[in-house]
């Protein structure tokens, strides 16, 4: 179930550019993820995808590669948050930016921090 904070955290996150959502989860529930969660299929449309569709898992640092090269955008051009510090150390081990957090106000202003180093 998403967290309301969270929710607004990624719509905070629209504003400054593309996301995708990464859930380990099977092709099976990826198939189903818009019908099991309409409110992130609201928000992230066809970028709602599972570890499945990639062929790896939160935290294999692959999983992520393949995440940037499917958008092509450099690690350092991009933000990885999540509340498990294994999934944050694998996006960060391959220089994404990558946030742990426990809250919704937290992922605020961690996206915000990042959006203002970019200029």
Not at 7 to 20: D, P, S
Not at 88 to 105: Q, R
């Amino acid at each position: 179930t998403p967290w309301p904070d969270s929710i607004n955290a990624v719509r905070r996150a629209a504003e400054h550019g593309q996301i995708t959502l990464l859930t380990n989860n099977n092709a099976l529930a990826g198939e189903h993820l818009a019908t099991l969660a309409p409110e992130l299929a609201d928000l992230f449309g066809d970028h709602l995808l599972t570890t499945s569709f990639y062929g790896a898992r939160k935290p294999d640092p692959a999983v992520f590669a393949s995440v940037l090269e499917r958008y092509s955008v450099p690690a350092s051009e991009a933000f990885f948050a999540d509340d498990l510090p294994e999934n944050v150390a694998g996006a960060a081990s391959i220089g994404i930016t990558a946030h742990l957090f426990s809250t919704g106000a937290e992922m605020h202003a961690a996206i915000d921090a990042f959006a203002l180093s970019r200029g």
